[in-house]
């Protein structure tokens, strides 16, 4: 029937960059993306209708111009019109009149959901029946709904139904002259459609929809896709990965190619640190030389094996930087999501780095500057976990596999080390891929068949 996309809301969406820029650190781009899936006001879903074919008409989206909601076909709409929007067309009453007269001894129930439709031989009966299948249980067949219907002889039930039956909804229109009040289903819908659809909702064969309000057009169809897709990708989010990626790049951030090859999205691009160790302190090339011994150590013993004096100087350092890892959430509940946040693993890791711009607030020792200054650089990698690790040297290649990007580099300067070329093609910038040794714990493992790049 149709093709969906996730696209990230925009606020959500931002939020993270902010905080990926601010903390310096990198974050497992599979972890976000499940972040992302997590809460359907962090994303809008975009529906593609496939064109006709032989055999198949073309789907055709309906979309609410008041709430955004998507179903596929005008009917859904104009019920959707009403039943949750009547208010901005029509003044709606309940008004009790006279509860149906006569001797009853039965009435019928739905055993779906317990509704009280009347005994058989009433009137109202079979518009009842007809009204509760549309609205409700039109994804299955009449016949298997008409069978959950049973007869009650309870005079209780049969009472409950005559009091209910005596309150009736009447919707007078908001405009026109003299208008009246309807009370027949039917013709209210047909009010409905030929007043009210065409200013109030839009057909298209593409349309993007919030996934918040999905569930409220009450459409089987749109409800079935949707779940089918965000199941898929709750176990495995690929294309919601790969839909990041492509954001990030745009955004200006970086998506490289980390520990266990799992990507990760950082501000600055990994590179090695290829100076002469005369040309730095003695403190830098020992952090250097430190860290490549003893990767994915945290801050903390890195600092303490560089210069022990000043270690509690270095742990007692700003408190930001915790609190600025808690919040690597889109703006919406930023507490109650942090908790599960893989940025929050060991936030009393790398306490002395501070946000961009802003100067440490608290006395930090010279060897934690130093950390910093080569984290912000992109000489040391910071995972969100606290791990620290340094990039690797760059491979060297076959010049024949890719003479063109070598002298690509050349004409520019050819200072950076030889880059892997990314597996999407449609990227704005390709992004240096550091194959960094494997370690510790794998946030989102690939199920067997897929592999992470897609
Ligand atoms: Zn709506």
């Known amino acids: 029937m149709a093709e969906m996309a996730f696209l990230p809301d925009e606020r959500a969406f931002q939020s993270v960059c902010e905080q990926v820029r601010n903390t310096g650190r ?47 076909s005008a009917s859904l709409l104009t019920q959707h019109l009403l039943k949750t929007h009547a208010d901005k067309f029509y003044k709606v009453e309940r008004i009790q009149g006279e509860a149906p007269k006569g001797q009853f001894a039965t009435v019928a129930r739905c055993k779906l959901n317990g509704a009280l439709l009347g005994p058989t031989n009433h009137h109202a009966y079979q518009d009842n029946l007809m009204r509760l299948y549309k609205q409700r249980y039109s994804n299955m067949p009449f016949e298997r709904f008409k069978a959950s219907v049973v007869i009650e002889k309870d005079p209780e039930l049969v009472k409950k139904w005559q009091e209910a039956a005596a309150w009736k909804t009447t919707y007078t229109p908001l405009q026109g002259e003299q208008p009246k009040a309807i009370e027949n289903e039917m013709e209210l819908e047909r009010h409905c459609r030929e007043n009210h659809l065409p200013s109030s909702g839009t057909a298209s064969a593409d349309c993007v929809a919030s996934a ?8 089987p169809a749109i409800t079935r896709l949707w779940r089918s897709v965000i199941e898929e990708e709750t176990r495995f989010p690929i294309n ?26 950082a501000a600055v691009r990994p590179k090695p640190f290829v100076a002469d160790r005369n040309t730095v302190t003695t403190t830098v090339w020992a952090i250097l030389e430190y860290i490549q011994k003893h990767p994915l150590s945290d801050r903390k013993k890195v600092l303490a094996a560089i210069s022990p004096a000043e270690t509690e100087t270095a742990a007692e350092a700003p408190k930001q930087e915790a609190a600025a890892d808690k919040t690597v959430v889109p703006a ?3 507490a109650q999501v942090s908790a599960e946040q893989p940025a929050a693993e060991t936030p009393a890791a790398a306490k002395d780095a501070v946000p961009e711009g802003t100067a440490p607030k608290a006395v930090v020792s010279p060897a934690a500057q130093d950390l910093y200054w080569l984290v912000r650089q992109g000489y040391v990698i910071e995972y969100h976990n606290g791990q620290l690790q340094c990039p690797p040297p760059p491979k060297k290649k076959d010049p024949k596999k890719e ?52």
Do not use: W
Not at 38 to 67: M, S, W
């Open 26 to 72: 990198s974050y497992p781009l599979f972890s976000l993306a499940k972040m992302f899936l997590e809460r359907p006001e962090r994303y809008r879903i975009r529906f593609l209708a496939k064109p006709a074919a032989e055999g198949r008409p073309g789907t055709v989206f309906h979309q609410c111009g008041i709430c955004g909601c998507v179903v596929t």
């Open 332 to 334: 919406a509940e930023p």
């Open 212 to 219: 918040e309000v999905l569930g409220q057009g009450n459409d």
């Open 403 to 454: 003479p063109k990007r070598e002298l690509k580099e050349k004409a520019e300067g050819g200072k950076q080390p030889a880059i892997e070329p990314d597996a999407a093609k449609n990227e704005p910038a390709p992004v240096e891929q550091p194959s960094v040794p494997a370690a510790a714990d794998e946030e989102v493992a690939a199920p067997p068949g897929h592999h992470q790049e897609g």
């Open 240 to 265: 919601v990965a790969q839909c990041l990626r492509e954001h990030f790049f745009k955004a200006g951030l970086n998506v490289f190619k980390g520990r266990k090859g799992m990507q990760f999205v």
